[in-house]
């Protein structure tokens, strides 16, 4: 899906529909938003191991989706799973632990898993209300971080 997107904004910035295309259609997108630094593509999938982003990046990105200046942006805020209810965060498997199931319903964030390798990015409402955005990135993990990014979220949830 990820890799069909991108196509699409290729197609929408004037570029050729390929990786190509889409690599430079994007990081197009990404510098008018500000949020290019530490962002690297070289395929829409999220596949290549030459696609690179940073947490900072990542969360920023995140940030305008929520942000009032940014309406087109919104779907992906809305669009993410919700904590103990929805889509990879609402498998049963996540957010159970003592240390996070207090936050079930005030955590969206999209996953991440290739091997070795976990990530949870996303929105959390803080106990004063205030809307705040997180990106937590693992990598060479010998099983399974989930729990422990669960853990991070729901803190940043309790903050």
């Known amino acids: 899906m990820a890799e069909a997107l991108m196509r699409h ?18 990081a197009t997108v990404m510098q008018r938003l500000g949020i290019a ?31 009032p200046a940014h309406p087109g942006l919104h779907a992906v805020a809305s669009g993410m799973p919700i904590a103990g209810f929805s889509g990879t965060l609402g498998n049963g498997r996540r957010f159970v632990g ?42 060479r993990v010998p099983v399974n971080a989930e729990p422990v990014l669960d853990r991070l979220a729901a803190i940043v949830a309790r903050s």
Do not use: C, H, W
């Open 37 to 67: 630094q530490g962002v690297s593509l070289d395929d829409g999938s999220g596949l290549s191991i030459r696609n690179r982003i940073s947490p900072n990046a990542l969360a920023k990105a995140i940030a305008l989706s929520g942000s």
């Open 9 to 26: 904004v290729a197609i929408k910035e004037g570029q050729e529909a390929s990786f190509k295309g889409g690599a430079k259609a994007v």
């Open 98 to 139: 003592s240390d996070s199931r207090g936050q079930v319903g005030l955590v969206r964030a999209k996953t991440g898993t290739l091997n070795n390798v976990n990530t949870l990015a996303g929105l959390a409402t803080t106990k004063d209300g205030r809307l705040v955005t997180y990106a937590f990135m693992a990598d």
